[in-house]
């Protein structure tokens, strides 16, 4: 796998259940370093299966995921949660921001996880809210964050150790489209300052238009969407 590639999936294949057609029917797909991409498709297609299988959450049962030159397939269970500590960032559709911590402790959770030493992590922590839009919110509860503001804790969080890889399924699925353009917006902006590779998964058309190129996903393959 040459280095200029991020990801890279070669004929996966996954199936839940042996009476109905695989999910994943053979998806082959690049992601060269860098880049910023946007997966669109109807519901129920594979999208977050895809995304999952990137991630080393869901085994595949046939083809192979390579993730910066790592065959996921060859990694036990600590090396493949060692992976996805140090070389994934991930934002779900639900914030997932702890409510009993300060927006600062969500937000330092993967460097405190990696060992970072605290006056690092309040630096780094500070930096990465202020890219979000969130300078000086440290010492805010998650309680009093508005669902824009909560999703770019989020962001924040799956950013800040500046993983190799960020994924992000339907983050703006559960706001409202003024916000969720916002928060479209701050997560661009944030994979591009941060400068790794980023797959962002929606059925928006006005999100993927945030990305650097559009593929739609239909089960089988990517295919290219040209927008002008
Ligand atoms: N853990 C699972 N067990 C069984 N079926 C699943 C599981 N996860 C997803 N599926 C099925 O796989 C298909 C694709 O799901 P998903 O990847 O969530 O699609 P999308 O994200 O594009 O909406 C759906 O038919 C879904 O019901
Ligand atoms: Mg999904």
């Not at 779900?92 to 937000?107: E, G």
């Not at 000086?136 to 964050?145: D, H, M, T, V």
Request: proline share 5%.
């Amino acid at each position: 796998m040459p280095d200029t590639e991020l990801v890279r999936l070669e004929g996966v294949r996954r199936r839940y259940r042996p009476d109905r057609a695989p999910v994943l029917d053979g998806v082959s797909f690049v992601l060269p370093r860098g880049a910023y991409v946007a997966i669109i498709g109807e519901s129920g297609v594979g999208k977050s299966t895809l995304l999952n299988v990137i991630a080393g959450l869901e085994p595949v049962d046939e083809g192979r995921v390579l993730v910066a030159g790592t065959d996921l397939a060859g990694l036990g269970d600590a090396a493949l949660a060692d992976f996805r500590r140090r070389s994934l960032g991930f934002v779900f559709q639900a914030f997932h921001v702890l409510p009993y911590l300060s927006v600062a402790d969500n937000v330092a959770l993967p460097l405190a996880l990696l060992g970072v030493a605290a006056g690092e992590r309040a630096t780094r922590v500070a930096a990465m809210l202020a890219v979000l839009g969130l300078a000086g919110a440290e010492s805010r509860s998650p309680k009093e964050l508005s669902g824009g503001e909560l999703q770019r804790v989020a962001i924040a969080r799956a950013l800040v150790h500046r993983p190799a890889l960020i994924l992000a399924d339907e983050p703006t699925g559960n706001l409202d489209p003024a916000t969720a353009a916002q928060v479209q917006r701050a997560l661009a902006g944030a994979v591009r300052a941060h400068g790794g590779g980023g797959l962002l998964i929606t059925h928006s058309a006005a999100a993927a238009a945030t990305a650097d190129r559009i593929y739609r996903f239909d089960g089988r393959s990517l295919q290219p969407v040209t927008t002008d």
